[in-house]
């Protein structure tokens, strides 16, 4: 029988292992532009389970299980940070309720996560990640092996034999010559795990050279003080729900004895922050719910007069559901923040290619944004299920996920916005439509040689996107921008909105801006903007 305290190790380890092959999984990345990243993405979300494992009292497989899958998915950066998120938010479904798992509620809790992650993907693609676990799952199921660390083993040798077909069911992968990235970050999750199960030792980590989360948390605080401080204790707890009392009562009991009330509902347990004069109070409110753990209570005032100096990244404070609609849009560069800012947008969720935010990013964002509707703009394809993700992980407002791609799809939903309209799904259907009519090209660089959807591609090339497609290679910025424009530009088309990155300088983006003027008719308005974004020197927009 596996017991919690294996279990919980067995997560570490995999987090551990993930870690240490993160970049050779991250080089399994096929499309060549520079991206988030596969192995770092999935790395950094498993890490936020472990790190919560590692100062938790769980003690059961099914409090292990719920412990890991709580804090994966709010750590889930990335498309596949959030299906491993929802696979072991499905496992841990599986081990409910279980002291100890034996053979048999392994396989199950596999077969459901499985099931879980395949239920949130519209279109789930063979030969990823998904076919990984399912391949591997299936096998469990059908074993009738009853030793729990012979068919973890077991499992890992199926999921193996699973990744190394995947390129015979995806042809760019064989094309490339590599391996399903995804799908092989999750064979070095199970091998780490299967690591554990067979030994009993936890692989070690690697150095962390970061602050720890407890550090930035501290400073955080310490930082967003002003010189008047209501509210002297920032009080944190989970409450483990042993009830069904409404958590609503909770928030406005909180609310009534101080500020910055967070009040998460999430399945078994319901998460606390407030800052506060009786602490006291707080956690005897959150016992009429259940039993409390990770009580965390912090003199802001002794922190702020120590800790004056430091400006670490402020964190957001919640706020009451007031106006009737807010906007949240996630982006990078100063010229694109302030851009959303002037069309409305509450807060801007720093992120972008090479930096996806994760679903507790994009959630404090949400919670912070005054509003009954919260309208959020992921912008960028592989943010939009971390996005979605804060759906079910907020109650005392409505939270709407626009699909968005690209930075001008996020801005002309934006302006498609009607305020006075009451109806939100006439509203989301407006500005899903102007965000699909808008085209968009972008220019980056080749982050790897790749022979790719028909291009050979070398590294440090200049790469030309069409709607996220790669289209042309050049090697002068200027010439791939009047070319870039000339394709998107159709009989039809009238603006032309030409972003700028933090790597272009203002000499050559007017040149940009000419030789983009010299391929359009005399027609089109075209507007420069210095956007400031990373990865892409050129971002454009054709209307």
Same mark, same amino acid.
């Given at each position: 029988?596996?017991?919690?305290?294996?279990?919980?190790?067995?997560?570490?380890?995999?987090?551990?292992?993930?870690?240490?092959?993160?970049?050779?999984?991250?080089?399994?990345?096929?499309?060549?532009?520079?991206?988030?990243?596969?192995?770092?993405?999935?790395?950094?979300?498993?890490?936020?389970?472990?790190?919560?494992?590692?100062?938790?009292?769980?003690?059961?497989?099914?409090?292990?299980?719920?412990?890991?899958?709580?804090?994966?998915?709010?750590?889930?950066?990335?498309?596949?940070?959030?299906?491993?998120?929802?696979?072991?938010?499905?496992?841990?479904?599986?081990?409910?309720?279980?002291?100890?798992?034996?053979?048999?509620?392994?396989?199950?809790?596999?077969?459901?996560?499985?099931?879980?992650?395949?239920?949130?993907?519209?279109?789930?693609?063979?030969?990823?990640?998904?076919?990984?676990?399912?391949?591997?799952?299936?096998?469990?199921?059908?074993?009738?092996?009853?030793?729990?660390?012979?068919?973890?083993?077991?499992?890992?040798?199926?999921?193996?034999?699973?990744?190394?077909?995947?390129?015979?069911?995806?042809?760019?992968?064989?094309?490339?010559?590599?391996?399903?990235?995804?799908?092989?970050?999750?064979?070095?999750?199970?091998?780490?795990?299967?690591?554990?199960?067979?030994?009993?030792?936890?692989?070690?980590?690697?150095?962390?050279?970061?602050?720890?989360?407890?550090?930035?948390?501290?400073?955080?605080?310490?930082?967003?003080?002003?010189?008047?401080?209501?509210?002297?204790?920032?009080?944190?707890?989970?409450?483990?729900?042993?009830?069904?009392?409404?958590?609503?009562?909770?928030?406005?009991?909180?609310?009534?004895?101080?500020?910055?009330?967070?009040?998460?509902?999430?399945?078994?347990?319901?998460?606390?922050?407030?800052?506060?004069?009786?602490?006291?109070?707080?956690?005897?409110?959150?016992?009429?719910?259940?039993?409390?753990?990770?009580?965390?209570?912090?003199?802001?005032?002794?922190?702020?007069?120590?800790?004056?100096?430091?400006?670490?990244?402020?964190?957001?404070?919640?706020?009451?559901?007031?106006?009737?609609?807010?906007?949240?849009?996630?982006?990078?560069?100063?010229?694109?923040?302030?851009?959303?800012?002037?069309?409305?947008?509450?807060?801007? $969720?720093?992120?972008?290619?090479?930096?996806?935010? =994760?679903? *507790? #990013?994009?959630?404090?964002?949400?919670?912070?944004?005054? !509003? @009954?509707?919260?309208?959020?703009?992921?912008?960028?394809?592989?943010?939009?299920?971390?996005?979605?993700?804060?759906?079910?992980?907020?109650?005392?407002?409505?939270?709407?996920?626009?699909?968005?791609?690209?930075?001008?799809?996020?801005?002309?939903?934006?302006?498609?916005?009607?305020?006075?309209?009451?109806?939100?799904?006439?509203?989301?259907?407006?500005?899903?439509?102007?965000?699909?009519?808008?085209?968009?090209?972008?220019?980056?660089?080749?982050?790897?040689?790749?022979?790719?959807?028909?291009?050979?591609?070398?590294?440090?090339?200049?790469?030309?996107?069409?709607?996220?497609?790669?289209?042309?290679?050049?090697?002068?910025?200027?010439?791939?921008?009047?070319?870039?424009?000339?394709?998107?530009?159709?009989?039809?088309?009238?603006? $032309?909105?030409?972003?700028?990155?933090?790597?272009? =300088?203002? *000499? #050559?983006?007017?040149?940009?801006?000419?030789?983009?003027? !010299? @391929?359009?008719?005399?027609?089109?308005?075209i507007t420069l903007v210095s956007g400031g974004q990373p990865v892409y020197y050129v971002i454009m927009s054709v209307e």
């Amino acid at each position: 029988m596996i017991n919690g305290a294996l279990l919980r190790d067995a997560f570490i380890s995999g987090a551990h292992n993930i870690s240490k092959n993160r970049q050779a999984v991250d080089r399994l990345n096929v499309f060549p532009v520079p991206d988030g990243d596969t192995g770092t993405n999935m790395s950094m979300t498993i890490d936020s389970a472990a790190k919560e494992l590692e100062r938790s009292s769980a003690s059961t497989v099914s409090e292990v299980s719920a412990t890991a899958a709580t804090a994966l998915l709010r750590g889930a950066r990335g498309n596949s940070g959030v299906i491993l998120s929802l696979l072991f938010r499905g496992f841990s479904k599986g081990l409910k309720g279980k002291e100890e798992a034996n053979a048999r509620d392994i396989a199950e809790a596999l077969k459901i996560g499985v099931e879980t992650a395949y239920k949130a993907v519209m279109k789930p693609t063979e030969g990823t990640i998904l076919t990984v676990a399912r391949l591997a799952a299936e096998y469990a199921v059908a074993s009738e092996e009853t030793d729990e660390v012979k068919l973890w083993a077991g499992i890992c040798a199926k999921a193996k034999e699973a990744l190394d077909d995947t390129p015979n069911i995806l042809p760019v992968l064989k094309k490339a010559g590599v391996v399903d990235a995804g799908g092989k970050g999750l064979l070095c999750i199970f091998e780490g795990m299967k690591h554990t199960f067979e030994t009993g030792e936890v692989i070690e980590g690697e150095a962390v050279t970061e602050a720890s989360e407890e550090e930035e948390e501290y400073n955080a605080a310490a930082a967003d003080l002003g010189e008047e401080i209501t509210f002297t204790y920032c009080t944190e707890f989970i409450v483990m729900k042993e009830n069904s009392s409404d958590p609503l009562s909770l928030r406005a009991y909180l609310e009534s004895i101080g500020d910055s009330v967070v009040v998460v509902d999430d399945d078994d347990i319901i998460k606390v922050h407030v800052h506060t004069n009786n602490p006291g109070n707080a956690l005897q409110e959150g016992l009429k719910f259940g039993s409390l753990t990770k009580m965390k209570i912090e003199n802001m005032r002794e922190q702020h007069n120590g800790q004056k100096t430091a400006q670490p990244k402020k964190k957001l404070s919640a706020a009451e559901p007031t106006e009737e609609y807010g906007f949240v849009s996630v982006a990078a560069g100063e010229g694109i923040e302030n851009l959303f800012r002037e069309l409305g947008a509450n807060h801007i $969720v720093s992120g972008g290619q090479t930096m996806n935010p =994760s679903t *507790e #990013d994009i959630l404090e964002a949400v919670m912070a944004t005054p !509003a @009954k509707v919260v309208f959020v703009l992921p912008n960028n394809k592989n943010i939009i299920m971390a996005a979605e993700q804060t759906i079910s992980l907020v109650s005392d407002r409505k939270v709407c996920v626009l699909p968005t791609k690209t930075i001008p799809q996020g801005i002309s939903a934006m302006l498609a916005f009607n305020p006075e309209e009451e109806n939100v799904d006439r509203n989301l259907l407006d500005m899903s439509k102007a965000a699909e009519n808008v085209a968009t090209g972008q220019i980056t660089f080749a982050a790897r040689d790749s022979d790719y959807d028909g291009h050979r591609i070398k590294k440090g090339e200049m790469l030309g996107l069409e709607n996220g497609k790669v289209a042309f290679t050049e090697k002068e910025l200027i010439k791939a921008s009047g070319r870039l424009a000339k394709d998107l530009y159709k009989k039809d088309s009238s603006f $032309v909105t030409i972003f700028y990155g933090e790597d272009v =300088s203002e *000499e #050559d983006a007017v040149k940009i801006e000419a030789e983009v003027k !010299a @391929k359009l008719p005399e027609s089109a308005e075209i507007t420069l903007v210095s956007g400031g974004q990373p990865v892409y020197y050129v971002i454009m927009s054709v209307e």
